[in-house]
């Protein structure tokens, strides 16, 4: 079975752009996370969707957002790009939503860096 | 919100040592997850565990979870070059929210 796939692998934006990033989870899996990782806060929930609804929110600002289509394939969208958005992007998928430790498979993530 | 914090920080040792990584919840911990990840890499599973007192293995990896301590700990046996990367613990906030939070991660160089 192939794994979390996401693209593009490195991204290089300026301020004020917006940039779309990309996930395919793996076959079956019907639940779609997304995390930022940057050396400072480490590793932060953006949010989950499942069956092309966002289920999870964690505490970012609006300029973060996401959507899911019916193949379960996620995109997350940064608007208005900051500085402080430079960072490593992971999404992770599994196979149900809202069930406690249901196990999350993470691609390798999208290396995002703001000019 | 739950937090969980990894300790040591980093970690050098030489190949063929045995090592142990904590990871202490600031709540309840009612399961927990450890992950390794490569340098600038996605992270990789490693275990989940959801009991007080269980303790499962992988290889030469051993993790338990300490409910009342609130804390788990990862153990590697006779450390490899192979083993070296990022660990971290993960865990789900109560209350059904189900927000995934994870440590800060402890880094691991192994010396061939």
């Known amino acids: 079975k192939a794994g979390v796939t996401q693209t593009p692998r490195y991204l290089i934006k300026t301020r004020g752009q917006q940039v779309t990033l990309s996930c395919s989870p793996i076959s079956g899996h019907r639940s779609v996370s997304w995390y930022q990782q940057t050396p400072g806060q480490g590793l932060q929930f953006l949010f989950e969707y499942f069956s092309e609804t966002q289920r999870n929110k964690g505490n970012f600002p609006g300029r973060f957002s996401g959507r899911q289509f019916s193949n379960s394939r996620s995109e997350m969208n940064v608007s208005t790009l900051e500085l402080g958005d430079s960072a490593l992007y992971l999404c992770?998928?599994?196979?149900?939503?809202?069930?406690?430790?249901?196990?999350?498979?993470f691609g390798p993530g999208t290396r995002l860096t703001v000019l | 919100s739950q937090e969980l914090e990894q300790s040591p920080q980093s970690l050098i040792v030489q190949e063929g040592k045995n090592l142990t990584i904590n990871c202490t919840s600031s709540?309840?911990?009612?399961?927990l997850y450890w992950y390794k990840q490569k340098y600038g890499e996605g992270l990789i599973f490693l275990m989940m565990?959801?009991?007080?007192?269980e303790e499962k293995s992988h290889e030469k990896i051993t993790a338990k979870l300490d409910e009342k301590k609130q804390q788990s700990s990862l153990h590697i046996t006779a450390s490899q070059p192979s083993h070296a990367g990022i660990y971290l613990c993960g865990a789900e906030s109560s209350g059904g929210s189900y927000i995934p939070t994870f440590g800060r991660g402890t880094s691991l160089i192994v010396h061939p």
């Open positions: 709540k309840t911990l009612y399961g």
């Open positions: 565990l959801q009991k007080g007192g």
């Open positions: 992770a998928s599994s196979l149900r939503q809202g069930v406690p430790f249901d196990t999350q498979y």
